[in-house]
């Protein structure tokens, strides 16, 4: 058995978890939006066609915010074309995901969809085919309350009160050859300042992102962000980050520490924007949106994508992936890594939330259901409340071929006015691990719950005949006695505990 101790200090607080670290995203991808949270017809689905099982779903998970319409998506997307009355919306292609667009679901719906899940509208522009035009087109539509052109075409297509969008994203992976109007960090760092300037003389107070890299991985990760922010960080709030893992070639040690990886892509980042902060002398900080994350199994999405489908169908199955224990570990380990860096990352979007590699599955005409990743997410943004603290594990480490040596348990932890929360994962594949934490300086006594994902099949999935397989189960064994928490972790697993 491994041994693992911790050290929570309250003296040393990380930052506020914003509640907006627990947003997802949505796009015109897949069955994700037709066929996800909108099937006319279904059993379940309220008279504007979205399935209330699904909405049940997604109040569960504790979603906060919602990033919309793309994605790649968005730098194809007209939004005019998603307002007015259905039946005369056009139908277009779907250049991102070779598919059809029939428009049913717009701006209005999705909007009257969120107030249903509780969430908060996060709003991409379209920068790679359009710009500051349309972008102040959008905006004006949405926002301002009446008197204008755009504004009243809204309040004649049912909407009297604005749709108030505070959060808006600077269009999407604008470095990426795979997106539409692709450029240079030079061009894309002056267009996203002038749009940004112009959106703040309607109105100064909103939030906007301004896109970095696309992943890690691109070469000119790092020149990027240094060129954006050089361009554009006196109009901006926030940076993007993108990142998706997968297990590799069997690799399952390497992908359980996928979470090293997220830690030294948001400290990059990070030092870049300070960078550039000093060099400008400004006393404006940019934080993190780290809008698009998961578990995504890449390698497997054909590269003929659009070949392969015929013609241009609607509503193609395109990423569903099964999630696996070892997925939904990683996910939770993931979500510990935002939790670690609450000072800087603000704002965070899980990727995607239904069907097209989501948490949640949504079968035509039958039950949603759960997948394994909803649960270290569900618990997360019901649990993670107040301060984020600094936890220092000491552990053994064992070697990865991607990133080195690595803990075998990695740990956050959150306070609240007499609550606490800690996350676990123990990335062993063989061995328990026991856990012992010193808590007395939070002044918590009891162990309200304990949860575990976890299975002796690390690659057990919830399926279509199966949709409870895999679920959230009572930790082992989690004690505290004088302050002093003792819990035991199965390999594989990842746990939290609530405590008061």
């Known amino acids: 058995m491994l041994r693992a101790r911790l050290t929570v200090d309250p003296a040393r607080p990380v930052g506020q978890v914003s509640r907006r670290l627990f947003g997802a995203f949505v796009e015109?991808?897949?069955?994700?939006?037709?066929?996800?949270?909108?099937?006319?017809?279904?059993?379940?689905?309220?008279?504007?066609?979205?399935?209330?099982?699904?909405?049940?779903?997604?109040?569960?998970?504790?979603?906060?915010?919602?990033?919309?319409?793309?994605?790649?998506?968005?730098?194809?997307?007209?939004?005019?074309?998603?307002?007015?009355?259905?039946?005369?919306?056009p139908v277009r292609l779907n250049l991102a995901w070779h598919s059809t667009e029939t428009n049913e679901v717009g701006l209005h719906e999705f909007a009257s969809w969120l107030e249903q899940v509780g969430a908060e509208l996060m709003l991409a522009v379209n920068l790679g085919t359009r710009g500051t035009l349309e972008a102040l087109d959008l905006?004006?539509?949405?926002?301002?309350?009446?008197?204008?052109?755009?504004a009243d075409q809204r309040v004649r297509n049912g909407r009297r009160q604005p749709f108030d969008v505070r959060m808006w994203c600077l269009g999407n992976e604008m470095d990426g050859p795979?997106?539409?109007?692709?450029?240079?960090?030079?061009?894309?760092?002056?267009?996203?300042?002038?749009?940004?300037?112009?959106?703040?003389?309607?109105?100064?107070?909103?939030?906007?992102?301004a896109?970095?890299?696309?992943?890690?991985?691109?070469?000119?990760?790092?020149?990027?962000?240094?060129?954006?922010?050089?361009?554009?960080?006196?109009?901006?709030?926030?940076?993007?980050?993108?990142?998706?893992?997968?297990?590799?070639?069997?690799?399952?040690?390497?992908?359980?520490?996928?979470?090293?990886d997220m830690d030294r892509f948001i400290e990059t980042v990070v030092a870049t924007a300070d960078h550039v902060k000093a060099v400008r002398r400004s006393t404006r900080t940019i934080n993190v949106s780290f809008d698009e994350w998961n578990v995504w199994y890449l390698s497997r999405v054909p590269a003929d994508l659009a070949r392969r489908i015929d013609d241009w169908p609607l509503a193609p199955a395109i990423s569903e992936e099964p999630y696996t224990v070892a997925d939904g570990v990683v996910v939770g380990n993931l979500l510990m890594s935002l939790i670690r860096h609450a000072d800087r990352v603000t704002s965070a979007?899980?990727?995607?939330?239904?069907?097209?590699?989501?948490?949640?599955?949504?079968?035509?005409?039958?039950?949603?259901?759960?997948?394994?990743?909803?649960?270290?997410?569900?618990?997360?943004?019901?649990?993670?409340?107040?301060?984020?603290?600094?936890?220092?594990?000491?552990?053994?480490?064992?070697?990865?071929?991607?990133?080195?040596?690595?803990?075998?348990?990695?740990?956050?932890?959150?306070?609240?006015?007499?609550?606490?929360?800690?996350?676990?994962?123990?990335?062993?594949?063989?061995?328990?691990?026991?856990?012992?934490?010193?808590?007395?300086?939070?002044?918590?006594?009891?162990?309200?719950?304990?949860?575990?994902?976890?299975?002796?099949?690390?690659?057990?999935?919830?399926?279509?005949?199966?949709?409870?397989?895999?679920?959230?189960?009572?930790?082992?064994?989690?004690?505290?006695?004088?302050?002093r928490l003792s819990v035991s972790l199965p390999p594989v697993s990842w746990t939290a505990v609530s405590l008061t």
């Open 28 to 89: 015109h991808m897949g069955r994700g939006v037709y066929g996800g949270i909108f099937e006319p017809g279904h059993p379940t689905a309220d008279p504007a066609g979205f399935r209330r099982d699904v909405v049940d779903l997604v109040r569960e998970m504790g979603v906060t915010t919602v990033r919309y319409p793309g994605g790649n998506f968005v730098s194809g997307f007209r939004w005019e074309d998603g307002v007015g009355p259905r039946d005369q919306r």
């Open 139 to 150: 905006l004006e539509y949405a926002n301002v309350p009446s008197g204008t052109t755009l």
């Open 178 to 209: 795979w997106q539409l109007g692709q450029m240079s960090a030079d061009d894309y760092g002056k267009l996203a300042a002038r749009t940004a300037k112009a959106m703040r003389q309607v109105d100064p107070d909103l939030e906007l992102v």
């Open 211 to 260: 896109c970095g890299s696309s992943g890690a991985a691109m070469p000119t990760f790092g020149e990027w962000e240094r060129t954006v922010l050089t361009h554009a960080y006196d109009d901006v709030d926030y940076l993007s980050c993108h990142a998706y893992y997968e297990e590799k070639d069997g690799d399952l040690g390497s992908f359980l520490a996928s979470a090293t």
């Open 349 to 483: 979007s899980l990727a995607q939330l239904v069907n097209v590699i989501a948490p949640i599955a949504a079968e035509p005409d039958g039950p949603a259901w759960r997948k394994t990743t909803f649960f270290p997410f569900a618990t997360t943004s019901r649990l993670a409340r107040g301060v984020a603290l600094q936890v220092d594990v000491d552990c053994p480490g064992y070697d990865t071929a991607e990133y080195g040596e690595v803990p075998v348990v990695d740990a956050a932890a959150t306070a609240d006015d007499g609550v606490a929360a800690l996350f676990l994962v123990n990335r062993s594949q063989t061995e328990d691990a026991e856990v012992t934490v010193d808590l007395a300086p939070l002044g918590v006594r009891t162990v309200e719950e304990a949860l575990t994902l976890s299975d002796p099949d690390p690659h057990a999935a919830n399926t279509t005949d199966r949709q409870d397989r895999v679920r959230l189960r009572p930790t082992p064994r989690a004690a505290l006695i004088e302050g």
